[in-house]
């Protein structure tokens, strides 16, 4: 069975509502979190045999904001076990990448859904301390210790 199909099935089963495209092995969730609203992509890659998960939010980082995020993503990704979050410097698109080596394995039922809420728990803890960053007064080194304290 591939991993395209394992994956369709365990989100099924578990009730997950969600859209797919077969061709390139890639499934969009769309998950309400504590803070905000967040798309999941899901990227299975068959030859590799590795499920990528990227968690983004709608909103575009402003041009004048992205070296001082960059600062607090790398002050944030220093600390973090499970993931990191990655920008597009050319359109401000944030996310939070998470990642599953599959080697030769079928992956579990808790596998799949951890790398989806790993994503999704790790963007919603950071996204009070960007939003403060982003729109408020706060430097990195403040969002990013905001959020540490709040954690």
Known sequence: MSLF??????LSQNGWEFDFDNKNGIIKLEISGINTDFHAFLF???EQESLLCN??????IPPSKRLE????????N????NGNFEMDMDNGEIRYRTFLDLADARPSQDQVL?????GVLG???????LMKLVYGDYSAEEAAAFCSDEA
Request: charged share 25%.
């Open 5 to 10: 199909r394992v994956l369709y099935e365990i």
């Open 78 to 81: 220093y600390e973090l076990v």
């Open 44 to 46: 299975v890659d068959e």
């Open 55 to 60: 968690t983004h939010i709608d909103q575009k």
């Open 114 to 118: 951890n790398i989806v809420w790993n």
């Open 123 to 129: 963007f919603d803890t950071y996204y009070p301390g």
């Open 69 to 76: 995020v960059c600062d607090y993503m790398s002050r944030v």
